[in-house]
Each structure stands twice: as structure tokens, then as C-alpha cells.
């Protein structure tokens, strides 16, 4: 083999080591972050919501929506960590270049994290959280068959089918349910995105068809998205502040340094000969 092949061989090779590298990174990182949030929702959650259900669908359905939620608030928090390590990776490759330990702290694995915040934290929005929230509300359509109900499960032979199959089919009504109505939503936001642009713009860009979906009305909508997260979090700021201070002045002790202590002895001399004179 040619030198010039085997350098190109071994740029290959150190390119797709350096790829499985970075892959195996954000999956620790991304399985700690999840198993974190874990902990964080089952200790908040109350225990009558996922535990105490005697519906074997409904538990199956709040058990596939407590792992959604939990992949959102571990996006939520790669998201809100990523800059603080973006900026911790940065001195530190500063201060020690030359280790070979820390080098895997480099700009591609950085790079990679941010698509990859970027890609789950759209995802989250517009799909998995809604999805959660229908699903768990959901009740399957018309006709759908529900387990434990023995109204609505015809009698049959032990080998016609099996509690499993029952419990999969009515997870699946729901499923079906949710993913119709959150399609409607969609096209419902899409269509307010569409009328409100179309409204505001005068030029003949603002006016047409929904074929530019990708490259325009999804950021526009993300953009729309970010804008009222940001007046929400403007406008419950300064309440959950007054809020923290007000509870943090009940129960702190204030200070007694600038209190006269001889003008409470003297009022408090004259409130006993006050007292023992109306004896």
C-alpha cells in the first residue's frame, strides 16, 4: 500500500474513532442527565398518579408519559448546562493543551451537543409534550377495545388471545387518537401562523403557499414560540421575586443593630410603673 493511501487510510480511521468518541459521550451524558431528571420527577410527582392506578392501560399510558416528560426536562436541562460547559471546556483546554486526557474536549464535540440540544429541544416542543399531554387524556375512538372492561372484551378461548395483546391494542387507540388530534392542532397553529404572516406582510413572499413549510413557516413558528416563552418569563420574573423575598423576610430573624437599648429600659420602666399603679 502506497504511504500516500495509508495516510488517507489513517485520517479515515482517526475521523471515525474521533465520531464514536463523540457518540459515546453525549450518550453518557445524555443518560445521566435523564436519570437525574428521574429522580427529580418521581420524588415531585404524586405517588396516587402513577402508582395507585388499577387500570393496566392507564398505567402503561402514565408510565410512556412519565418517560416523555422525563426526556423533556433532561433536554431542558443539557440545554440550560450547555453554555456553562461550553465555557468550563474552553478554559480548561486553555489551561492544559498539551494533556491528552482532556483532549476530547474539543470544538466538534461541542458542535455536536449544540445540533443535538437544538434538534431534542424542537422535537420536545412541538411534538413530545403535546403528545404526553393527549395521550394521557385520550380515551381511544369508538369501538376500541379497553382492558379490564369485560363489557366491551367479547369472551374467548385462552389461546384466542392473551392480556397483552389487549392491553397493546388499547395503547394503540390511543395512540391513534392522540397522534389525529395532535395532527389537527397542528395544522390548526400552522394555519394562525399562515393568516397572522399573511396579515402583517404586504409583500408577495408573506403571501404564499404553504410548500416553503420547511425553510419558512416552522422557524417563523419556532420564532413566534421563543417570543412568548420570553414575555412569560418577563412577566413571571418580578412575581416569583416579590414572592421569594416576601417568603424570605417571614422567615428570617431582622436585625436589632440600630435599636436603643436604654430607651427600651426606660419604656420599659415606665410601662411597669404604669402597671403598679393601677394596682
Request: glycine share 4%; with cysteine; aromatic share 12%.
Amino acid at each position: 500500500m502506497a504511504p500516500v493511501e495509508q495516510d488517507a487510510l489513517a485520517v479515515r480511521e482517526q475521523l471515525f474513532h474521533d465520531r464514536v468518541r463523540e457518540c459515546i459521550i453525549c450518550a453518557l451524558l445524555f443518560a445521566s442527565l435523564y436519570i437525574l431528571c428521574h429522580f427529580i420527577i418521581t420524588h415531585f410527582k404524586k405517588h396516587t398518579d402513577f402508582t395507585a392506578v388499577h387500570d393496566d392501560e392507564d398505567a402503561a399510558v402514565n408510565r410512556i408519559a412519565l418517560w416523555l416528560c422525563t426526556f423533556t426536562l433532561a433536554v431542558a436541562l443539557g440545554a440550560v448546562l450547555l453554555l456553562p460547559f461550553s465555557i468550563i471546556s474552553n478554559e480548561v483546554l486553555l489551561s492544559f493543551p498539551q494533556n491528552y486526557y482532556i483532549q476530547w474536549l474539543n470544538g466538534s464535540l461541542i458542535h455536536g451537543l449544540w445540533n443535538l440540544v437544538f434538534l431534542f429541544s424542537n422535537m420536545s416542543l412541538v411534538f413530545l409534550m403535546p403528545f404526553a399531554y393527549f395521550f394521557t387524556e385520550s380515551e381511544g375512538f369508538a369501538g376500541s377495545k379497553k382492558v379490564g372492561d369485560p363489557a366491551l372484551v367479547p369472551p374467548c378461548p385462552p389461546l384466542c388471545g392473551s392480556l397483552l395483546t389487549q392491553l397493546l391494542q388499547g395503547i394503540m387507540a390511543r395512540v391513534y387518537e392522540t397522534s389525529v388530534v395532535l395532527l389537527l392542532l397542528t395544522l390548526l397553529v400552522l394555519g394562525m401562523v399562515w393568516v397572522a404572516s399573511a396579515i402583517v406582510g404586504n409583500d408577495a413572499a408573506s403571501r404564499q403557499s404553504l410548500y416553503d413549510l420547511w425553510e419558512y413557516y416552522l422557524p417563523y413558528l419556532y420564532s413566534c414560540i421563543s417570543l412568548f416563552g420570553v414575555l412569560l418569563l418577563l412577566l413571571c420574573t418580578p412575581f416569583g421575586l416579590s414572592t421569594m423575598f416576601t417568603v424570605t423576610g417571614k422567615l428570617l430573624v431582622k436585625p436589632r443593630l440600630l435599636e436603643d437599648l436604654d430607651e427600651q429600659l426606660s419604656c420599659t420602666r415606665f410601662e411597669e410603673a404604669a402597671v403598679s399603679h393601677r394596682i
